[in-house]
């Protein structure tokens, strides 16, 4: 018998898409995070606080389009999910472990875009604030928050290859095995 309230918590989701799996996909947007910061310390015309604001803006508009493409694409995936037409994948064990995983994608990838725009909203904010802090201690937290917002931003954009990738999976499971 299925446990639902397990079925329908973070914790069957992080089961799904794991902190391995999450730390494996993350590869790239930390490379490229340490590559962009690296610059942002190499040049000479920009301070951190300065870079934090024009990172900030610009993930203002994105991550909104990428909140709403991700909710409209994950509702016609219910869709499609609650048709016949996936049936027999959901009658096989692989079948049910890549609708889970493709499940999670959607829920992990939602749920990391909107902390991120929280967390973009929050360092405007207090960058709007002015706060006036020590040479070195700014050095320190503006560093962090440069890091974390460009992780944010290339994280979101990278995991979209992650999400096509199982979507194509699925499509590819229908045409494969048509109607078994």
Do not use: R
Request: proline residues 2%; negative net charge; charged residues 15%.
């Amino acid at each position: 018998m299925t446990d639902f309230y397990y079925e329908l918590s973070w914790k069957a989701a992080f089961k799904a898409y794991s902190l391995k799996q999450f730390g494996k996909d993350s590869i790239i947007p930390i490379v490229l995070t340490i590559a962009f910061l690296v610059l942002s310390f190499v040049q000479k015309e920009l301070s951190l606080a300065s870079i934090i604001v024009k990172v900030s803006d610009m993930m203002i508009v994105i991550l909104p389009v990428f909140i709403s493409i991700l909710i409209a694409a994950f509702a016609i995936w219910i869709s499609f999910f609650l048709s016949k037409t996936i049936d027999f994948i959901k009658d096989s064990e692989d079948g049910k472990a890549l609708l889970n995983e493709l499940n999670a994608s959607f829920l992990i990838e939602i749920s990391f875009s909107v902390i991120g725009m929280l967390f973009t909203i929050s360092a405007l904010l207090i960058a709007e604030m002015g706060f006036n802090i020590d040479g070195n201690y700014a050095t320190i937290v503006n560093t962090i928050v440069l890091f974390m917002l460009l992780f944010i931003c290339f994280a979101v954009i990278w995991w979209l290859i992650y999400i096509a990738k199982n979507l194509h999976n699925i499509a590819k499971f229908t045409i494969l095995y048509p109607h078994q």
